[in-house]
């Protein structure tokens, strides 16, 4: 999953940054709302957590300028703020959770693993595709009870085809929601992952469509829930 992280506090971005990477997401950065508005309006991100006191445009206006452009990214806002009043501006403008500084790391990756759920249309912590499980709490992954060893990598490309499941996912898409900003994309080492994760899961759970892509489902005689 990917991330954009609009946060001015060199320290606080620093720190959010290693810790969302830590849980397994490709993180980008912005500073200011004229940066972050780039980047949210030209990037496919996964969710978006925002500052709201942001030099050059503020938070709120940023946000504002996204729905009005039918970006549906999720997106929770971050900010010192804790007025009611400027929770309410924040809803209205279009934003789908709410977190004031100060805050435990733990309660904005736990608040984000709940908006990746609900914006995918799932119910459950865990994810699930027949025998094979991955449980985003601990970023760790297991078939029929054997744990996984995955790199950073292939955690995030199990993750990203477990939550769209049953749906091809293209070599583009992959890269995009699976590398930074910074990272040297090279749609061609798609399939490099794509041949270790299989490796790891038993390779007829992910199946290439072709010319369009890959579709992870479960095995003949497993269930989607098993």
């Known amino acids: 999953m990917r991330i954009l992280l609009v946060e001015d506090d060199v320290d606080l971005s620093r720190q959010l940054k290693n810790a969302l990477a830590d849980a397994g997401y490709a993180v980008d950065h912005a500073a200011d709302g004229e940066e972050a508005h780039y980047l949210g309006d030209t990037e496919p991100y996964d969710v978006i957590v925002l500052d709201l006191g942001l030099p050059r445009i503020d938070g709120v206006s940023v946000l504002e300028r996204w729905r009005r452009d039918g970006k549906t990214t999720p997106v929770l806002i971050l900010t010192a703020r804790g007025a009611w009043s400027d929770k309410v501006s924040g809803f209205d403008a279009g934003a789908d959770d709410y977190l004031t500084k100060p805050f435990h790391t733990e309660e904005l990756l736990a608040r984000l693993r ?80 794509i041949g270790r994760v299989r490796k790891k899961v038993g390779s007829d759970r992910i199946e290439t469509v072709r010319g369009l892509g890959y579709r992870l489902t479960p095995l003949a005689g497993e269930t989607e829930a098993a």
């Open 114 to 193: 709940a908006l990746l759920r609900r914006s995918a249309g799932i119910a459950s912590a865990t994810l699930s595709c027949g025998g094979l499980r991955l449980d985003p709490r601990a970023a760790r992954a297991s078939v029929n009870g054997e744990p996984l060893r995955l790199t950073s990598l292939e955690y995030r490309l199990l993750h990203y085809m477990m939550m769209h499941q049953g749906r091809v996912i293209s070599r583009t898409e992959l890269v995009e929601h699976l590398y930074d900003q910074d990272f040297d994309r090279d749609s061609n080492t798609i399939e490099v992952f």
